[in-house]
Nanobody, 124 residues
Framework: QVQLEESGGGLVQAGGSLRLSCSAS????????MGWFRQAPGKEREFVGVIRSSGHTYYSDSVKGRFTCSRDNAKNAVYLQMNSLKPEDTAVYYC??????????????????WGQGTQVTVSS
């Protein structure tokens, strides 16, 4: 059974940093894109960033310049470094694996497998 598990969430003050990790088990994801999404209460799931198998990364405008995706294929893991956090970054963060076309990287339904999520809370 292929599974993803996020970790690293928590409570941080505005301007602080957190590093989320997503570990994959049950298969290798080196040939797949690993995406990060978030969902705040009462809002739809929102694209944050993605790192494709090539290593290319793409980000939403709201996090560009502050968040960085990276991956370690040897460890079957992907990371989201979040700097200069803002209260509006508060959400449950999810990692997901898929192989979306470039035009669809921001669409949640194009990702096949999801983790359970980790809460990030940024206080003002």
């Amino acid at each position: 059974q292929v599974q993803l598990e996020e970790s690293g969430g928590g409570l941080v003050q505005a301007g602080g940093s957190l590093r989320l990790s997503c570990s994959a088990s049950g298969g290798s994801f080196r040939n797949y894109a690993m995406g990060w999404f978030r969902q705040a209460p009462g809002k739809e799931r929102e694209f944050v960033g993605v790192i494709r198998s090539s290593g290319h990364t793409y980000y939403s405008d709201s996090v560009k310049g502050r968040f960085t995706c990276s991956r370690d294929n040897a460890k079957n893991a992907v990371y989201l470094q979040m700097n200069s956090l803002k209260p509006e970054d508060t959400a449950v963060y999810y990692c997901a694996v898929g192989n979306p076309a470039l035009s669809a990287i921001m669409t949640p339904t194009t990702y096949r497998i999801w983790g359970q999520g980790t809460q990030v809370t940024v206080s003002s």
